[in-house]
């Protein structure tokens, strides 16, 4: 299980270790909490099928505990998205440095995998869906960003879009670039 989510990086390194106990191994994306606004759902979501590989699954909930019949309403409930049409990927992601001038760590001579606030991610499925991630505009900082760090991965503009082979959108069409 991948717990309270995580970065694309943390989905596509859970198939690199190709075999579990002898078989493939299964991913369970937990995206705790994305829930909570339509902001988190988008980016959970983009940030699962920038990287995800045969296996995984993605699923929406706000923690364990509960009393009664709506304790696992958030877990339980149907987003539209989940209906769409994906099919298989047509390849790994890929990844290009921003045009606004910073930098996207993953194409340096030795990449870190802890900056990635300058990289453009996209991924195209055999649907015709295509995903976006990534700082596509020049960085907007929110009030509530306190450190130079934090406020690079939390830029009130991080585009985070999936571009449906239906013609629908997930994700804010202003801050990712045009799905051609």
């Given at each position: 299980?991948?717990?309270?989510?995580?970065?694309?990086?943390?989905?596509?390194?859970?198939?690199?270790?190709?075999?579990?106990?002898?078989?493939?191994c299964l991913l369970d994306f937990h995206a705790q909490n994305a829930q909570q606004s339509l902001r988190n759902f988008?980016?959970?979501?983009?940030?699962?099928?920038?990287?995800?590989?045969?296996?995984?699954?993605?699923?929406?909930?706000?923690?364990?505990?509960?009393?009664?019949?709506?304790?696992?309403?958030?877990?339980?409930?149907?987003?539209?998205?989940?209906?769409?049409?994906?099919?298989?990927?047509?390849?790994?992601?890929?990844?290009?440095?921003?045009?606004?001038?910073?930098?996207?760590?993953?194409?340096?001579?030795?990449?870190?995998?802890?900056d990635v606030s300058g990289c453009l991610f996209r991924r195209e499925f055999a649907s015709g869906t295509k995903v976006?991630?990534?700082?596509?505009?020049?960085?907007?900082?929110?009030?509530?960003?306190?450190?130079?760090?934090?406020?690079?991965?939390?830029?009130?503009?991080?585009?985070?879009?999936?571009?449906?082979?239906?013609?629908?959108?997930?994700?804010?069409?202003?801050?990712?670039?045009?799905?051609?």
């Open positions: 299980m991948l717990e309270r989510g995580g970065s694309m990086l943390d989905v596509d390194a859970w198939n690199a270790a190709k075999t579990c106990a002898g078989g493939p988008n980016s959970s979501l983009a940030n699962f099928l920038i990287g995800v590989h045969e296996h995984g699954y993605f699923g929406v909930g706000g923690g364990w505990s509960g009393a009664g019949e709506s304790a696992c309403d958030t877990w339980l409930y149907q987003y539209p998205e989940y209906s769409k049409s994906l099919g298989a990927p047509k390849s790994d992601f890929t990844v290009a440095k921003g045009s606004h001038g910073l930098n996207c760590t993953l194409l340096d001579d030795k990449p870190s995998h802890k976006f991630l990534g700082q596509y505009a020049v960085p907007a900082f929110g009030a509530d960003a306190d450190d130079a760090v934090g406020a690079l991965l939390g830029t009130s503009n991080y585009g985070a879009c999936v571009f449906w082979s239906d013609g629908t959108t997930t994700g804010n069409t202003t801050l990712c670039p045009r799905a051609e």
